[in-house]
């Protein structure tokens, strides 16, 4: 079991460009929650989707912007990029359960982006 | 609103020495509380879990941590602490109907010989 994987590991971009991060959950899960990460401080809730659908939403501009595919990896989009993105992005992946119980979830190892 | 409060940004301890982490949270019901430990260069790696019953939980690598509802506290302990431990070490809550998590600014554990 591969784990959680995300691609790229490191990114640098310049201001206004835009950015695609990717993640592929766990074998056997079906929801992906992205998180920002910026130096020093704890991660941030970005969005989840599940079912190819965004389910939730954290604090973040529409500039944030994410897509679930029918494997159930995900991509995350950033446009018009600010000098304040840069962090380390985090993906976790979990499984629904039609309880709506405690559902565990597993990171993966992030992608770094700095924006210049 | 939720939120996780971990006051200390900084702890080094000896190595072989215990060691206590402290985290708070604020939330109205019962929460489900987690210990995420995260090394350079990697993920969050799940420590332990609370969301009911017995209110000491646990963990791997010889952690634990005690729920205690009248402090609003899910201190992480451990009692002999490796070299191995150092890292940054987060501490979530998470409410019952989603899985969203909320996190401390996190404790970063640094570990003498």
């Known amino acids: 079991d591969a784990g959680v994987t995300q691609s790229p590991t490191h990114l640098i971009k310049t201001r206004g460009q835009q950015v695609t991060l990717r993640c592929s959950p766990k074998?056997?899960?079906?929801?992906v929650s992205w998180y920002q990460q910026a130096l020093g401080q704890g991660p941030q809730f970005i969005f989840q989707?599940?079912?190819?659908?965004?389910?939730q939403r954290g604090n973040f501009p529409d500039r944030f912007s994410g897509h679930q595919f029918p494997n159930y990896s995900s991509e995350l989009n950033v446009n018009a990029l600010l000098l304040g993105d840069s962090a380390l992005y985090l993906c976790?992946?979990?499984?629904?359960?039609?309880?709506?119980?405690?559902?565990?979830?597993?990171f993966g190892p992030g992608t770094r982006l700095t924006v210049l | 609103a939720q939120s996780v409060t971990q006051p200390d940004i900084h702890i080094t301890v000896s190595e072989g020495a215990s060691l206590e982490l402290r985290c708070n949270y604020s939330?109205?019901?019962?929460?489900?509380l987690f210990w995420y430990v995260q090394s350079p260069g990697q993920g969050l790696q799940l420590l332990l879990k609370?969301?009911?019953?017995?209110?000491l939980v646990q963990g791997i690598k010889g952690f634990e941590a005690e729920f205690k509802r009248s402090q609003s506290s899910f201190n992480l302990r451990k009692p002999s602490v490796h070299w191995s431990d150092a890292a940054e070490y987060f501490c979530?809550?998470?409410?019952?109907?989603?899985?969203?998590?909320?996190f401390g600014t996190g404790t970063r554990l640094q570990v003498f010989p």
């Open positions: 976790a992946s979990s499984r629904t359960t039609w309880r709506g119980g405690m559902n565990e979830q597993f």
């Open positions: 074998s056997g899960h079906d929801t």
């Open positions: 989707y599940y079912e190819e659908e965004e389910r």
């Open positions: 939330y109205g019901a019962t929460p489900y």
């Open positions: 609370y969301f009911s019953g017995d209110t």
């Open positions: 979530a809550v998470r409410s019952y109907n989603t899985d969203k998590l909320i």
